[in-house]
Structures are given as structure tokens and as C-alpha cells.
């Protein structure tokens, strides 16, 4: 199941550009309404739960996008990258996130659906380097499954190197 | 004849003090067994006590990740198909019994569904329910898994199971029959539905979402979502099973208690009576030589 959510993603073009904090198109309206409640999930836990954020970046299937408040409702499948969310204009955490959905439902209310997810902050780049590395090798493995479980590694390790790098 | 008498009385006296001491034996391996059993259920109890804490957690986890889903079938209007010819009950117990009631709990519930559709097919999770339900519907079970329920349940372990249970084909409406956790004191069973893609396709208020025609995200969602719904079924399972399993446990730890008490008050007043006879056989033994 997930190899088919992230052989779709793969197909995706990369080179859609990041979009960043769009302040021209935040709405001018009361601030209670501007505001976007923000949940993230995982299955053994909860790491945000109704949060107020003003913009989430999240790593569509179908391309990167920032969400604000009063979005239209929406769901996405999300590729393995960087969520990124900010609580005020001028600051922003980033979470690293394995691949999944996000939901906006009409009342400004978005969920985010991972398997894993972990604060970027908390990755080691050189863990990440040599897990890579060794993912790569499987990569041409005569076992179908493993070379499956390699391709999908490879995926999910690659974005997290991009994203560590930047 | 006075003294043949007399041997008779001693050797009849003997045999009756003999049978005591066997009683007053049996009465003592019966405590003791009684106090290993109760240190058992003791440290089973322990042992559940521990789990259920996190076990608690691990479910509250799997409810918020589930609830995101149901927001959005709320929101989408889906709803299973009225008309529902091949049904699929998939009844989420465990493997390990001394629980309580709570693997018949669900497979009642299971048979009660299966008095609704007659045909439905089954996919059992734990050997518990699957036992149970060969006893009557040995034809309806298409597929079962053992193992699970040992730890608190995975995802990976969900997303496995649902990938074989998709391998059986299409169903127009399926159901998961599992234990939701009400309190630390009580569970219910329950049955939530599973939307495949095609009850996704058909809610009536799907158009207020922004979906791409050509993009798979609904067949994507729908396959994320069955697993979802079945490791939280599973999370639920997993929590009131270790509940009930404690409770049960506590049960039978009082229990074990009163017999001890019981036993020890027998064993005390057998014993003495059997130091009485004792006394009694002495005492005439020595008057009948003055």
C-alpha cells in the first residue's frame, strides 16, 4: 500500500518551486478567523493537536503548497519532505514527515495524517548519509522485496538528505 | 474376647486417625496450590497494570489519528451503501484468553451481524474469535491472523493485514467488529465501517473539496484509511483487553484470597481435631493398662 502511495509520489516533478510565506495573500480579516488549526497525527502519537498557525508548506503530491486559514477544502496525498509550519509570520518549525494525507476541512481545520514524523532539528545528517548509502546497495537486489524496501528507503532518505542540506 | 475387643477399638481408632491425617495432607496441597494460582493471578494482574497505561496512551493516539479521517467522511457526507450485497465482517479479538468476556463479546456481535447478512464473508484477527466462530459459521471465514494482540498493535501490522484483506476482492459494504474502550472499568462492541473508494466516490458532499479528477488520492485515501480504521480498531481491542484482562485478574486474586482464608480456617480446625483423637487414643490407650 505505501509503495504504491510513494511510486506515485516519485512520479511527481520536483521542480516545483517552495513556496514560502505569502503574506500579500493572507487574508485581511479578524485574527481568530486567519487562523488555521492545525492537527498532526501519527498512529502511536499525537503531535500536534489544534494548534493556531497561520501557513502550513506541505510536500503535495502534485506539487509543494502553503495552506493559510479559510483554504478551500481540500486533501492531498503527501510525499516523504518537510512540513513546515508557521506559528507567526516570522517564525517557522519544520517537521520531516515519511509520506501520507493532509485534509483541510471547511471550517479551517487541517489534519495531517504520517506514519512517522520527527522535528527535522532531531535528524543527524550523517546517519542519514550512511543509512543512504547502505539503502543504495539494496537497490539492485535479484530479491524483489528487497529491492522494494531499498527503492522506498532511498526515496524517503534522499528527501530527508535534501532537506537536511538546504 | 475383652482384649480382642480392644484390638479392634485401637486398629478402628487408627484408621480413622490415619484418614484424618490424609484430609489434613489434602486440605494442605489444596493451599498450596490455592497460594501458587493467587501469586499467578497476582503478577498477571501486576503485569496488565503496567500494560494498560500505555496501552491507554497508545489507543488515545490511534482515536486522534482515526478521528482525522472520520472528520473528513463527515464532512464528504459518505455513508456505507444501503444495499449491500457482499458483506465482509472483520472481527478484531486476540490470541490469549483470561480476560473476561471480551472475545465473546465480539464474536456475539459478529453473529449478531451475520443473523443481518447471512452470507457475509469473515476475516478474523486472533485466533480467540476464530475459534468461536468455526464452531458456527466455519464457512463464511475467509481469512484469519494469529499473532496479534501480544504487544500493543503496529501500524505496520494494520497496514499488512488490510493489504492481504484488499486481496480478496471488493465488498460493497465492510465492517470491524471490535472492543472499543469505554472505560478503565468497561468496553463495548462495536462495529465501525470501512469506505472503500467507490463509497468515497459516491458522498454527497465530495464536491466540496478541491480533488483532482485524474489523481489517485481517493483510492489512495481509501486504502490509508482501511488500515487506519483497523489499527485503531485494533488499539481499542488492545486496551480493553488489558483492562479487562486486569480486572479479571483482580478477580481472581480476591478470589484466591477468600479460599486461602477458607482452606487455613479447615486446615487449622482439621488438624486440631486430629490432635484431639490423638489425645483421646493416648488417654484410653493409658487407662485401659491401669
Redesign the interface.
Same mark, same amino acid.
Not at chain 1, 497525527?41 to 499525537?46: G, K, M, N, S, V
Not at chain 1, 478551500?72 to 496525498?77: A, R
Given at each position: #500500500?505505501?509503495r504504491?502511495?510513494i511510486r506515485?509520489a516519485s512520479k511527481v516533478n520536483r521542480l516545483v518551486g517552495f513556496r514560502t510565506y505569502a503574506e500579500a495573500a493572507a487574508p485581511k480579516a479578524t485574527a481568530a478567523s486567519n487562523k488555521l488549526r492545525l492537527?498532526i497525527?501519527?498512529?502511536?502519537?499525537?503531535v500536534l493537536?489544534d494548534k493556531d498557525v497561520f501557513q502550513v508548506n506541505i510536500p503535495a503530491?502534485?506539487g509543494d503548497m502553503g495552506i493559510l486559514a479559510n483554504h478551500?477544502?481540500?486533501?492531498?496525498?503527501l510525499r516523504p519532505g518537510i512540513v513546515e509550519i508557521f506559528d507567526s509570520p516570522s517564525h517557522s518549525d519544520k517537521f520531516f514527515i515519511s509520506g501520507?494525507?493532509a485534509?483541510v #476541512?471547511?471550517n479551517s481545520?487541517m489534519?495531517i495524517?504520517s506514519?512517522e514524523a520527527a522535528a527535522l532539528k532531531d535528524f543527524d545528517s550523517a546517519a542519514v548519509k550512511s543509512q543512504l548509502a547502505d539503502a543504495k546497495k539494496n537497490l539492485d537486489s535479484t530479491n524483489e522485496n528487497v529491492a522494494a524496501e531499498a527503492s522506498i528507503e532511498v526515496e524517503v532518505l534522499e528527501a530527508l538528505n535534501a532537506a537536511l542540506s538546504k | 474376647m475383652f482384649r480382642l475387643g480392644a484390638f479392634q477399638i485401637a486398629r478402628a481408632s487408627l484408621a480413622s486417625s490415619a484418614r484424618n491425617y490424609a484430609t489434613l495432607r489434602e486440605i494442605e496441597t489444596r493451599l498450596k496450590s490455592i497460594k501458587n494460582i493467587e501469586k499467578i493471578t497476582k503478577t498477571m494482574k501486576i503485569v496488565a497494570s503496567t500494560r494498560l497505561s500505555r496501552a491507554e496512551k497508545a489507543m488515545a493516539c490511534s482515536r486522534y489519528f482515526q478521528g482525522a479521517d472520520r472528520d473528513f467522511f463527515e464532512a464528504a457526507g459518505t455513508k456505507a451503501e444501503d444495499k449491500a450485497e457482499k458483506v465482509l465482517l472483520i472481527t478484531v479479538s486476540s490470541d490469549k484468553g483470561l480476560c473476561g468476556a471480551i472475545h465473546s463479546s465480539v464474536t456475539k456481535l459478529t453473529k449478531k451481524k451475520l443473523a443481518e447478512y447471512p452470507d457475509a464473508d469473515i476475516v478474523c484477527i486472533g485466533e480467540k474469535a476464530k475459534v468461536q466462530l468455526l464452531r458456527t459459521n466455519a464457512d463464511g471465514i475467509k481469512l484469519t491472523f494469529a499473532g496479534s494482540g501480544k504487544a500493543a498493535p503496529t501500524f505496520k501490522e494494520a497496514a499488512l493485514i488490510s493489504d492481504e484483506i484488499e486481496k480478496l476482492g471488493t465488498y460493497d459494504r465492510v465492517e470491524v467488529i471490535y472492543n472499543r474502550f469505554a472505560s478503565s472499568m468497561s468496553f463495548d462492541s462495536s462495529a465501525a465501517p470501512l469506505y472503500g473508494k467507490a463509497s468515497i466516490a459516491l458522498s454527497k458532499n465530495l464536491s466540496t473539496f478541491d480533488i483532482e479528477e485524474d489523481s489517485n488520492v481517493v483510492d489512495a485515501f481509501s486504502q490509508f484509511s482501511i488500515a487506519n480504521t483497523i489499527f485503531s480498531a485494533m488499539s481499542e481491542g488492545y486496551a480493553s483487553e488489558v483492562c479487562a484482562r486486569r480486572n479479571a485478574m483482580d478477580n481472581a486474586s480476591k478470589n484466591a484470597g477468600d479460599m486461602i482464608q477458607k482452606y487455613s480456617i479447615l486446615y487449622n480446625r482439621t488438624r486440631q481435631a486430629a490432635i484431639t483423637n490423638e489425645l483421646v487414643d493416648i488417654i484410653t490407650g493409658a487407662s485401659s493398662l491401669n
Open positions: #500500500m505505501f504504491h502511495t506515485a492537527s497525527a501519527l498512529p502511536h502519537q499525537t493537536k503530491a502534485t478551500v477544502p481540500v486533501i492531498e496525498q501520507g494525507f485534509s #476541512m471547511p481545520k489534519d495524517l506514519v | -
